[in-house]
């Protein structure tokens, strides 16, 4: 509760000494935003879907047995060139 006095108190104060003229100091900045660096090899949705070749198939290394439980015979499209069903539509819509 004594937080919120103070608070009201500090804030009370720095809106009289602006109505009066009277200088308020401000905050002290805050620390800039650390700049991270982007990867560089970026790619949006556009440059992904270029890429993909409807009728490739998996290599024939890759076709073993190490890899039999998770491969597919046929790839299965990006979503983003699924339509969408009825269900769906109505849903966005």
Known sequence: MKKIILILNYSSHRLRALSSGGSVTSPPPSPAMPKYKLAEYRYGREEMLALYIKDNKVPED????????????????????????????????
Do not use: C, S, Y
Request: glycine fraction near 4%.
């Open 62 to 93: 890759m076709q073993d047995k190490e890899f039999a439980a998770i491969l597919q015979d046929e790839p299965m499209q990006p979503l983003a060139l699924v339509p969408l069903t009825e269900e769906e539509r109505q849903r966005e819509g």
